[in-house]
């Protein structure tokens, strides 16, 4: 669930394969990626990649830059090509140890259907479903990651919340989000992929009426993560319900 390729198979059998972006190609390592099999336009992850960090966007394949992805790639992932039983994780992020780091490209889509110059040069929004025993209770969504990243939370009827996070280098989104006019099947597939599961981050994308899965994220901000105003730290945490641990301040 954690691995960016081997995801796709677990949840085309939960939802449907309509949901999952194409893959357009696999590899062990950066220097492996068939460039002349890419279309113009595509999207360059790592396996075990989070966020932005592990994501390459090439929007022309012309004047993208080769060589620099191979050495950035390298930078940010030394273990790439290898299984590696116990990574360096400060995160103890431990469902990726053995969890070997590929190279996938994906095909690249947009809200403008990928035509290039862009007529719409922002990133795509980021729906991000914070689940909890199969339902979602909340939504970040990230605009502009890529160049003025901005985040806003809101509940499952959308209304707008007063906290913020896990980012601490994004802006507060001031610009109200537009109610995804397909909400009520976004929820439901978060159901889908979340069931039993005491948290789990269901990451999605709609675009022109149409839902794509993103990834499963377990440890938002690698767990490090921290809200604001500081309550609201407890009260998502309060919302974690973990079988046979007991909870609650009275330790009952």
């Known amino acids: 669930m954690?691995?960016?390729?081997?995801?796709?198979?677990?949840v085309a059998s939960k939802i449907g394969e309509e949901y999952i972006i194409p893959t357009l190609g696999v590899w062990d390592k950066p220097e492996d990626v068939e460039w002349?099999?890419?279309?113009?336009?595509?999207?360059?992850?790592?396996?075990?990649?989070?966020g932005g960090f592990g994501v390459w966007?090439?929007?022309?394949?012309?004047?993208?830059?080769?060589?620099?992805?191979?050495?950035?790639?390298?930078?940010?992932?030394p273990d790439v090509g290898k299984k590696?039983?116990?990574?360096?994780?400060?995160?103890?992020?431990?469902?990726?140890?053995?969890?070997?780091?590929?190279?996938?490209?994906?095909?690249?889509?947009?809200?403008?259907?990928?035509v290039y110059p862009p007529r719409n040069d922002k990133d795509l929004a980021d729906y991000k479903f914070y689940c909890f025993n199969g339902e979602p209770r909340y939504c970040q969504v990230i605009r502009d990651r890529n160049t003025r990243e901005s985040i806003v939370f809101y509940d499952m009827d959308w209304n707008k919340q007063e906290?913020?996070?896990?980012?601490?280098?994004?802006?507060?989104?001031?610009?109200?989000?537009?109610?995804?006019?397909?909400?009520?099947?976004?929820?439901?597939?978060?159901?889908?992929l979340s069931k039993d599961i005491p948290f789990v981050?269901?990451?999605?994308?709609?675009?022109?009426?149409?839902?794509?899965?993103?990834?499963?994220?377990?440890?938002?901000?690698?767990g490090f993560g921290h809200f604001a105003p500081d309550e609201w730290n407890y009260k998502i945490g309060d919302l974690i319900k973990l079988p046979g641990v007991c909870t609650g301040g009275g330790g009952k």
Do not use: W
């Open 2 to 10: 954690v691995d960016k390729y081997s995801v796709k198979d677990y």
């Open 36 to 50: 002349e099999k890419l279309p113009n336009q595509f999207v360059l992850k790592t396996t075990i990649g989070g």
């Open 57 to 77: 966007i090439c929007k022309d394949k012309n004047t993208f830059d080769k060589e620099l992805f191979v050495k950035q790639v390298y930078e940010r992932y």
């Open 84 to 114: 590696t039983q116990h990574r360096i994780n400060p995160f103890r992020e431990h469902p990726y140890d053995n969890v070997q780091d590929r190279m996938i490209a994906e095909k690249f889509i947009s809200e403008d259907g990928g």
């Open 163 to 192: 906290f913020v996070g896990l980012n601490p280098d994004a802006e507060f989104g001031q610009e109200p989000v537009a109610r995804p006019p397909r909400l009520e099947i976004m929820k439901e597939i978060c159901r889908k």
């Open 201 to 222: 981050r269901v990451d999605l994308y709609s675009i022109n009426e149409k839902e794509y899965f993103g990834e499963l994220t377990f440890y938002p901000a690698g």
